[in-house]
């Protein structure tokens, strides 16, 4: 996601050769993968092709998403199966619609603003859990 969301800051005003080129550098830094400088890959993703310039929010909303399930998860536990989570998320956002920004609600719900900690710690997991049968 960090590689669609660097190309689509980078990528305002280039040619398709410079596109490509630009793919491939980032690819190769975020991915650690060549890839065919001709052979047009970033076209090839339909998120460009139907919504450029909305990756960002993808990226946004993941990070809300992280510092929510921190949050309720210490509150009520395991999530999964949880009848008192979809109250809670009634009660706490729903419930309020458009009423307060997003940032605000945030805090509200939480306690603190949005950061990455929560989606860093995540992310963590995932790694330390397959780095764990090396």
């Known amino acids: 996601l960090l590689l669609l969301t660097v190309f689509e800051m980078r990528s305002g005003g ?12 980032l690819a190769l830094f ?7 400088r001709t052979a047009h890959t ?5 998120l460009f ?7 960002q929010n993808y990226v946004l909303a993941e990070l ?3 510092q929510l399930f921190r949050h309720y998860s210490r509150a009520l536990g395991s999530l999964v199966g949880n009848g008192s989570f979809a109250g809670r ?3 706490d956002i729903f419930r309020h619609g458009a009423r307060y920004p997003w940032p605000r609600l945030l805090i509200k719900v939480t306690g603190r ?3 990455s900690e929560s989606y860093l710690r995540w ?10 049968g090396d």
């Open 49 to 55: 092709r139907r919504s450029p310039g909305y990756t």
């Open 30 to 36: 975020y991915l650690g993968i060549e890839t065919d």
């Open 14 to 25: 280039q040619t398709v050769a410079d596109l490509d080129d630009l793919w491939h550098d």
């Open 123 to 132: 992310l963590r997991s995932l790694f330390q859990d397959d780095m764990a």
């Open 113 to 115: 603003p949005l950061t």
């Open 42 to 46: 970033w076209a090839k993703i339909p």
């Open 64 to 66: 809300i998403a992280g």
């Open 89 to 91: 998320l009634k009660r």
